[in-house]
């Protein structure tokens, strides 16, 4: 059984750092993408930053240059660095995991075969 538990959240002010951490299990060494998605209230969830299996990275233009996703293999652990918070990065975040038929080149497929955590709130005051 796969599980994905989010950690990190929190409020920050405007230009600060957190650092998100995804603690996963159940899933099989190496075959899976991971990434981070989040979702502001009234919007719809958006891609933040994915990892292919190889470890290439792919970043929503918006958190380029300011969010740094890596993993931990023999962890079995993501994160996600994010620097110079701005109050629009205000939302849930959600650690993802999918199979890899299911992404390619940082592109997901989604649908039932994804996984994903429970969220951890970022709140970004001006």
């Known amino acids: 059984q796969v599980q994905l538990v989010e950690s990190g959240g929190g409020s920050v002010q405007a230009g600060g750092s957190l650092r998100l951490t995804c603690a996963a299990s159940?899933?099989?060494?190496?075959?899976?993408?991971m990434g981070w998605f989040r979702q502001a209230p009234g919007k719809e969830r958006e891609e933040v930053a994915t990892?292919?299996?190889?470890?290439?990275?792919k970043y929503a233009d918006s958190v380029k240059g300011r969010f740094t996703i890596s993993k931990d293999n023999g962890r079995n652990t993501l994160y996600l660095q994010m620097n110079s918070l701005k109050p629009e990065d205000t939302a849930m975040y959600y650690c993802?995991?999918?199979?890899?038929?299911?992404?390619?080149?940082?592109?997901?497929?989604?649908?039932?075969?994804?996984?994903w955590g429970q969220g951890t709130q970022v709140t970004v005051s001006s």
């Open positions: 159940g899933l099989a060494y190496n075959s899976d993408c």
């Open positions: 990892m292919d299996v190889d470890g290439s990275p």
């Open positions: 993802a995991a999918t199979p890899r038929f299911s992404c390619s080149g940082g592109y997901w497929l989604m649908g039932a075969h994804n996984y």
